[in-house]
């Protein structure tokens, strides 16, 4: 409860930019051609992935402030481009992650669709080699508590694999198992469910 | 606060000895088909004379929960059928309360082959409690005993005298001072909470404000076993219920989860995943020597033990789907149980070790099912909602499990054939993975 607190001024300030900013949707628009559908629909979600892991320091999303309230081809953050303003350096500076990848129900494998999101993933973390990632597996909420654990590790380890497959050295990456416990949407719906199910990658290290 | 709860209820001593003719006789049979149903009055329990004004106001409003706890004890219990107290004859402020002094014509003209009555005391923060239970037909006391409790927890001074009631009538041990664990995230973070049987007292045990789940008993009901966030990962922790000591048991790299008891207490069976697939282990508490059972590319979850300690029924998604497994741990042979349904989760192995409870979906919602250990004999029992999560009371007698409408949860209790399913309130909500204690007495 306490971390919310901390978080909650942000989540504000998020917000009031976002919506302030009346070209953000233009922007997004104008760059989802690069972004896979379900990195681009993750970020239409601002107030909600404010919410920081836990370990992460809180100036970074601060910076993150700055970052949102320019202009979306602003160069020059503490982490280097893909492209000028690509979408992965945004979400990264912003929200201290990479593009999330999404599962089937009760399924650990990696869906065709999410390759090219990792591909990305693996690539920018080649470019910024001194960046560590922590992968979070997480379930939807209709099986059980323990399966579910089980379940968001075997995602989560999956996914790291496949970036060690890409090249990433392991010991830039690390994962973790929240199970049903940390939904990414609230609802008891597919549509809440299917972006529940998910691996995230939060930023651990920068430097 | 824990310890206290835990520790303030004495059995003191017998206020009068049980009439030794009294004792062989059962009552009630309960492997009779149709057990007849005792026909029972209970007296509002005395204030004693020799408390002060003050105290024996307090000692009133007591009666009503002392009296309610009692009612739903023995209506919990099956075994009576309780006289609505405006039939009785009796002026409760006149009668007496021992053998001579009661006329039990009185309580025979009113149907009445069983009669409870009781005396209230309060001695500062000491509740104190004689109840007698009578034949009315005999015209003897069968069970008289006197029970100081806590004035916090007025109920289990109840629970304790309907444990040896239970008892003294069937032969068998009764669950009424067992306890449920469970989950709640009613203030903000998934806490352990414990309760009564019937889900009253219920006090959070974990105030880590992390996420705790799945709590498990140790075999001595001292100790629980549960998983934690509390420093950073998923791991097993032991609490020390008396202590209130913390610790880690198992701290590997992964998940280190589902914990469960041997029946001898001295091994857990756990997943760990490690640089692996969630598989099966079991951790030696002696030793702290790990040991694989099971090695696939799949998850392999929930350990229930058999009674005997010989087997691990658990959920496997090997075959695909999750379906419930019986691993034996001498042979290290697996034998699939479960064909069908999508989702089969939660195996809870009884007492007895007849049957194995689990947790089935086929389309959506969740039900409880049982089926015997060789997979044969599968009978739904819950049809509403979705259901999950069952436990054993240590008598066999009874299932705990969660119950779930449009994502809200709270407990149910019903007999293991599937009848008398019924709410627990326990002023917590959003309940979820309740597991039932052993004996505590």
């Known amino acids: 409860m306490k971390r919310y607190y901390k978080v909650l001024p942000l989540m504000l300030l998020t917000m009031t930019l976002a919506a302030g900013c009346g070209g953000k949707k233009m922007i997004n628009e104008d760059i989802a051609g690069q972004a896979p559908p379900a990195a681009s629909a993750e970020s239409d979600k601002a107030p909600q992935s404010v919410v920081v892991p836990e370990d992460k320091p809180v100036t970074e999303d601060v910076k993150s402030e700055d970052l949102s309230g320019g202009a979306a081809s602003k160069s020059g953050g503490k982490f280097a481009s893909l492209a000028p303003g690509d979408e992965l350096t945004r979400v990264a500076e912003s929200k201290g992650q990479l593009f999330t990848v999404y599962f089937d129900f009760d399924k650990y494998n990696i869906r065709d669709g999410d390759r090219e999101s990792l591909s990305k993933n693996a690539k920018w973390l080649g470019l910024n080699s001194s960046v560590k990632v922590r992968i979070e597996g997480h379930a939807d909420e209709r099986g059980e508590t323990e399966y579910n654990l089980a379940l968001g590790d075997k995602r989560a380890k999956n996914v790291e694999k496949y970036l060690e497959d890409m090249g990433i050295k392991a010991v830039r990456l690390s994962t973790i198992s929240y199970g049903e416990e940390k939904p990414a949407d609230p609802g008891h719906d597919e549509d809440a469910w299917s972006k529940n199910r998910r691996a995230e990658f939060a930023i651990t290290s920068a430097n | ?381 819950t049809f509403e909602g979705s259901n999950r999560s069952p436990s054993w009371s240590p008598d066999g007698r009874y299932l705990v499990y969660s119950s779930a409408s449009r994502g809200s949860s709270s407990l149910y209790i019903m007999r293991s054939d599937g009848t008398g399913q019924i709410k627990l309130t326990t002023g917590v909500g959003g309940e979820k993975s309740p597991v039932w204690s052993p004996f505590l007495q």
């Open chain 2, 1 to 381: 606060m824990i310890k206290r709860r835990l520790i303030l209820i004495f059995l003191l001593f017998f206020l009068l000895s049980v009439a030794e003719s009294a004792v062989a006789k059962v009552y009630i049979d309960l492997s009779a088909p149709q057990a007849k149903r005792l026909p029972i009055a209970i007296q509002d329990f005395k204030i004693s004379a020799s408390v002060d004004a003050e105290t024996a106001e307090s000692a009133k409003g007591l009666n009503d929960e002392l009296m309610d706890t009692l009612k739903s004890d023995l209506k919990f219990s099956g075994l009576f059928n309780i006289i609505d107290r405006s039939a009785y004859i009796e002026d409760p402020k006149k009668a007496g309360l021992t053998e001579s002094e009661i006329d039990f014509k009185q309580w025979r003209a009113v149907g009445a082959d069983a009669l409870i009555k009781g005396v209230v005391m309060v001695e500062k923060d000491s509740l104190i409690v004689e109840v007698r239970f009578f034949d009315c037909v005999t015209e003897k006391q069968i069970i008289g005993k006197r029970y100081i409790g806590s004035l916090s927890s007025p109920r289990r001074v109840i629970h304790y005298f309907t444990d040896q009631l239970y008892e003294e009538l069937t032969g068998r041990k009764g669950i009424f001072t067992t306890r449920l664990l469970f989950i709640s995230d009613k203030d903000g973070n998934k806490e352990v909470y414990m309760s009564d049987y019937d889900g009253k007292n219920a006090v959070k045990i974990t105030k880590n404000r992390s996420i705790n789940l799945s709590p498990q008993w140790a075999p001595d009901g001292k100790r629980i076993i549960y998983v934690s966030y509390k420093k950073g990962s998923p791991n097993l922790h032991m609490l020390d219920l008396r202590t209130g000591k913390d610790t880690v048991v198992s701290g590997r790299p992964g998940i280190n989860i589902g914990g469960r008891f041997s029946p001898d207490g001295a091994k857990v069976a756990l997943t760990l995943s490690g640089d692996k697939s969630p598989e099966l282990y079991v951790l030696d508490l002696n030793t702290e020597e790990y040991k694989r059972l099971t090695d696939n590319y799949g998850i392999d979850v929930s350990p229930s033990w058999s009674p005997d300690g010989t087997k691990l029924a658990y959920v496997s998604d090997v075959s695909g789907n999750p379906h419930i497994f019986v691993l034996d741990l001498l042979s290290g042979n697996a034998k699939r149980l479960t064909f069908n349904g999508k989702y089969n989760s939660s195996p809870a192995w009884s007492p007895d070790g007849r049957l194995i409870a689990w947790s089935r979906s086929d389309t959506g919602p969740f039900n409880i099912w049982v089926m015997q250990p060789d997979g044969t004999g599968a009978t739904q029992l």
